[in-house]
């Protein structure tokens, strides 16, 4: 794939997926047109010898292998990302009519920076569980992709102070507009049908029985700045991540084992069934190196890299960094610290992937938070504490992290999709 198209195909990837399923579905299709074939937690993994394949759970994670041994104990070099961005759910009773409109009642998912989400084009989208008319329950994706949600803010003359000290309410000021009425009753689930119908005629829905459905920003991804060097997009954190690693992976060669691991509710804690808290990655492992005494030798093997967006210093409020440590757009990844282990690098994995960069001709930059600011985690210490592997910790640097429209850099993107396939690759490895 040359550079323009890596992009490309990386703002297409933005915009088809608005909730971490769509994002796992598109990259289950990435993968299958790739050569990686499916497998099922559920079944039996006898067969499964070298060769690629991927697995998901919950429909919003996913594992993606490429194996030259299976059953061997020479370790596993693994790239880790998150599927799930901050972002407003709506909630189980999804509409209330008030003072002439059908407002969306929306729950507050995530560190979500709140203020930009007021005065946005807003689609709907997520999974949606029904009941069939013969009587089976089907799980189905939805993406609205025109705006049927807006936010209005408040105007300024009824907020004098709105400039200097305006607060969000969750409870109060989210609810979003979804259409005038003079009713006093809306029936939501009426909507979702029709939806579902429209994107399969021949489905015939009983009744819903739930949902999990997000508001997403309808504003398409662009290219933007004088000679189009950043990339504008609602969930780079950590999207651009998940689509590097697939890419990486994708293009790397077929000698070690290696794999990706995708996790949702990262946003969250990490703390669920699909989540990097979880089993999953543990449960892949041990399936693949069939007996305990195997997995804790290939694990001393193995090594993963955790990839989830850093913040770029921002000239605006450069103060809000480290003075020495002020990572620049399209200036490479960045190296995550944090001694007190909200990040998972040490000094030997950072000295490995700086072998990596060196080797690739890499620019690589080191981030550590203020002493007198906290700091961020990722699920890089989460993964390294659950299995015991070694972990780097990095990211490409952005602006207005967890905003509805985030920032980064092209050359970032393309340079992470070097260093992640570098390290797949690397030849000389020490353990
Ligand atoms: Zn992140």
């Known amino acids: 794939m040359t550079m323009n198209e890596q992009i490309k195909n990386l703002l297409g990837f933005l915009a088809k997926s608005p909730t971490p399923f769509h994002a796992v579905e598109n990259?289950?299709?990435?993968?299958?047109?790739?050569?990686?074939?499916?497998?099922e937690e559920a079944k039996a993994w006898n067969t499964v010898q070298s060769g690629n394949y991927y697995v998901t759970r919950n429909d919003s994670s996913l594992i993606a292998m490429r194996l030259e041994q299976v059953g061997g104990d020479t370790g596993f070099r693994?790239?880790?990302?998150?599927?799930d961005s901050p972002c407003l759910k709506v909630k189980p009773q999804a509409t209330q009519c008030r003072?002439?409109?059908?407002?969306?009642?929306?729950?507050?998912?995530?560190?979500a920076l709140l203020n930009p989400w007021f005065?946005?084009?807003?689609?709907?989208?997520?999974?949606?569980?029904?009941?069939?008319?013969?009587?089976?329950?089907?799980?189905?994706?939805?993406?609205?992709?025109?705006p049927v949600a807006f936010i209005p803010s408040l105007a300024i003359h009824l907020d004098r102070n709105a400039n200097e000290d305006r607060s969000i309410n969750r409870q109060k000021h989210l609810p979003a507009v979804l259409m005038r009425t003079n009713e006093d009753q809306h029936d939501f689930a009426d909507i979702l049908k029709n939806w579902l119908v429209r994107d399969d005629p021949e489905l015939e829905i009983d009744h819903i029985l739930s949902f999990e459905l997000s508001l997403f920003d309808c504003q398409p991804p662009?290219?933007?700045?004088l000679?189009?060097?950043?990339?504008?997009?609602?969930?780079?954190?950590?999207?651009?991540?998940?689509?590097?690693?697939?890419?990486?992976?994708?293009?790397?060669?077929?000698?070690?084992?290696?794999?990706?691991?995708?996790?949702?509710?990262?946003?969250?804690?990490?703390?669920?069934?699909?989540?990097?808290?979880?089993?999953?990655?543990?449960?892949?492992?041990?399936?693949?190196?069939?007996?305990?005494?195997i997995l804790t030798r290939s694990l001393q093997h193995s090594m993963l890299v955790s990839a989830d967006n850093a913040h770029a210093v921002h000239p605006n409020y450069a103060?809000?960094?480290?003075?020495?440590?002020?990572?620049?757009?399209?200036?490479?990844?960045?190296?995550?610290?944090?001694?007190?282990?909200?990040?998972?690098?040490?000094?030997?994995?950072?000295?490995?992937?700086?072998?990596?960069?060196?080797?690739?001709?890499?620019?690589?930059?080191?981030?550590?938070?203020?002493s007198d600011l906290g700091c961020g985690s990722t699920i890089g210490p989460i993964t390294a504490t659950r299995i015991g592997v070694r972990t780097v910790d990095i990211g490409v640097p952005q602006l207005g992290m967890h905003s509805i429209r985030e920032l980064a850099g092209v050359q970032d993107q393309i340079d992470l999709v070097h260093v992640l396939r570098g390290f797949f690759d690397h030849a000389n490895w020490p353990f």
């Open 78 to 83: 693994i790239v880790g990302a998150h599927t």
């Open 227 to 293: 000679h189009g060097e950043f990339i504008a997009s609602a969930r780079l954190d950590n999207l651009l991540s998940c689509h590097a690693a697939t890419e990486a992976l994708i293009a790397s060669k077929n000698d070690v084992n290696k794999l990706i691991v995708l996790n949702d509710h990262e946003e969250v804690g990490s703390a669920s069934m699909s989540g990097a808290a979880g089993p999953f990655l543990e449960s892949v492992l041990s399936r693949l190196c069939k007996d305990n005494e």
């Open 319 to 370: 103060d809000r960094h480290e003075p020495d440590h002020r990572p620049l757009i399209n200036t490479g990844p960045v190296i995550k610290i944090n001694h007190n282990q909200n990040y998972a690098t040490n000094s030997e994995s950072e000295a490995l992937l700086r072998v990596v960069c060196e080797a690739n001709d890499i620019n690589v930059q080191s981030f550590v938070t203020r």
């Open 99 to 111: 003072d002439g409109y059908v407002m969306l009642a929306v729950e507050v998912y995530g560190g």
């Open 27 to 39: 990259i289950a299709i990435r993968l299958e047109s790739a050569g990686f074939e499916r497998l």
């Open 119 to 146: 005065d946005r084009d807003l689609g709907l989208a997520g999974r949606i569980n029904i009941k069939t008319l013969s009587g089976s329950i089907q799980s189905r994706l939805l993406r609205i992709n025109h």
């Open 222 to 225: 662009a290219l933007i700045g």
